[in-house]
T-cell receptor, first 114, second 110 residues
Framework: EAGVVQSPRYKIIEKKQPVAFWCNPISGHNTLYWYRQNLGQGPELLIR????????DSQLPKDRFSAERLKGVDSTLKIQPAELGDSAVYLCASSQRGSGNTIYFGEGSWLTVV | DAKTTQPTSMDCAEGRAANLPCNHS???????VYWYRQIHSQGPQYIIH???NNETNEMASLIITEDRKSSTLILPHATLRDTAVYYCIVKDNAGNMLTFGGGTRLMVKP
């Protein structure tokens, strides 16, 4: 069974440019998460989806960040415009109710803003 | 979710057992203990979780004290590839997010 798939794996952009990350969760997982991980720190939740509904986006900086999960499967996370402080790893994760609710992570998308 | 406390770093000799402690003194009755690890440049990897009984799988064993205020993750025969940051997280199994602390940086040495 395929795990959580993310792309791109690495991205370098200049500040003020837009960037987008894509995530394909594990098949059948209805809950999808986006986390951000700064260097040397643990991941922090940005947004959580239940199917296509964003049920927790309290930590998402809404002035420049947006996310969507059309059809309740794949998701994209966008930053526009990017700032130097957005350099981080963006992790997507998914889980399924009824299977212990264990959360599984993708490999992450490494963003460097220069 | 309850907060956890872990040592910042630990060393272990290759081939020996690695015992990683975690304190979760404020854990409530319906909260599980989850362990994840993160190898450099990879996403967090699920290892094991438990409620009150000890658990074992192909990766590790989880020992939870009777009062549930602490636990130990055991890697029975550590290899160099087990070098990673190990996170202990307490979560209600109905809860929908993981709150990560700083974790323990385990260095397995030859």
């Amino acid at each position: 069974e395929a795990g959580v798939v993310q792309s791109p794996r690495y991205k370098i952009i200049e500040k003020k440019q837009p960037v987008a990350f894509w995530c394909n969760p594990i098949s059948g997982h209805n809950t999808l998460y986006w986390y951000r991980q700064n260097l040397g720190q643990g991941p922090e939740l940005l947004i959580r989806y239940e199917n296509e509904e964003a049920v927790d986006d309290s930590q998402l900086p809404k002035d420049r960040f947006s996310a969507e999960r059309l059809k309740g499967v794949d998701s994209t996370l966008k930053i526009q415009p990017a700032e130097l402080g957005d350099s981080a790893v963006y992790l997507c994760a998914s889980s399924q109710r009824g299977s212990g609710n264990t959360i599984y992570f993708g490999e992450g998308s490494w963003l460097t803003v220069v | 979710d309850a907060k956890t406390t872990q040592p910042t770093s630990m060393d272990c000799a290759e081939g020996r057992a690695a015992n990683l402690p975690c304190n979760h003194s404020t854990i409530s009755g319906n909260e599980y203990v989850y362990w994840y690890r993160q190898i450099h440049s990879q996403g967090p990897q699920y290892i094991i979780h438990g409620l009150k009984n000890n658990e074992t799988n192909e990766m590790a064993s989880l020992i939870i004290t009777e009062d549930r205020k602490s636990s130990t993750l055991i890697l029975p025969h550590a290899t160099l590839r087990d070098t990673a940051v190990y996170y202990c997280i307490v979560k209600d199994n109905a809860g929908n997010m993981l709150t990560f602390g700083g974790g323990t940086r385990l260095m397995v040495k030859p």
